[in-house]
């Protein structure tokens, strides 16, 4: 059972930055690993993912170019970083490893095996 632990959210103005960590037990056997976001009356979205052998990522086309996601293996962390944030992006962001259709590719997954407790993400106009 892999936990994951998300930090690094918060409130900020349009325009603003953030970057979300997500602290794992359990790394290098995950695989894929990525960032989901869930608004309150909105479906959930697939924000970006990384397949941690090879590096390769894929984010989805709302967030491409603002947000980046990253991995340091020495540390077992993986992150989020979010510039130029728009109030849309207003979200719940929940870390999470294994998608459950088991690829790692675009558009990034929105459902996974494991997930984190997430981390409240505001962002006001």
């Known amino acids: 059972q892999v936990q994951l632990v998300e930090s690094g959210g918060g409130s900020v103005q349009a325009g603003g930055s953030l970057r979300l960590s997500c602290a794992a037990s359990?790394?290098?056997?995950?695989?894929?690993m990525g960032w989901f976001r869930q608004a309150p009356g909105k479906e959930r979205e697939g924000v970006a993912a990384?397949?941690?052998?090879?590096?390769?990522?894929y984010y989805a086309d709302s967030v491409k170019g603002r947000f980046t996601i990253s991995q340091d293996n020495a540390l077992n962390t993986l992150y989020l970083q979010m510039n130029s944030l728009k109030p849309e992006d207003t979200a719940m962001y929940y870390c999470a490893a294994e998608p459950l259709g088991g690829v790692c590719q675009y558009p990034p997954p929105s459902e996974y095996k494991y997930r984190g407790q997430g981390t409240q993400v505001t962002v006001s106009s």
């Open positions: 359990e790394y290098t056997r995950r695989r894929c």
């Open positions: 990384i397949f941690i052998g090879l590096g390769s990522t």
